[in-house]
């Protein structure tokens, strides 16, 4: 199962942008689809971006165009680009594996607020 270590987060402006690091510990990484979630104050964790282990990149319509995901398999390293941030996207993000059945616990994640 996954385990990852979600860094990077911080305080930022609206507009601005920030990426996030991801180090997973799971022997059969290159082969999973790795995700971003975020999990803003009173709501549930949602997937926002996922990335396939051939590097197929998926995006719900919130994020399409401001967010880019990547990975590095050699590296076990997943990595979020978030732009054009808005203070509605304040919220901790977190890093495990795309399919249910792999994700392993939960990280303490990253929190991204961004002011206006």
């Known amino acids: 199962q996954v385990q990852a270590v979600e860094s990077g987060g911080g305080l930022v402006q609206a507009g601005g942008s920030l990426r996030l690091s991801c180090a997973a510990s799971?022997?059969?990484?290159?082969?999973?689809?790795m995700a971003w979630f975020r999990q803003a104050p009173g709501k549930q964790r949602d997937l926002i971006a996922r990335?396939?282990?051939?590097?197929?990149?998926y995006y719900v319509d919130a994020v399409k165009g401001r967010f880019t995901i990547s990975r590095d398999n050699a590296a076990n390293t997943v990595y979020l680009q978030m732009n054009s941030l808005k203070p509605e996207f304040t919220a901790v993000y977190y890093c495990n594996a795309g399919a249910q059945s792999w994700r392993g616990n939960w990280g303490p994640g990253a929190q991204v607020t961004v002011c206006s």
């Open positions: 990335i396939t282990s051939d590097g197929r990149t």
């Open positions: 799971e022997s059969l990484f290159s082969v999973i689809d």
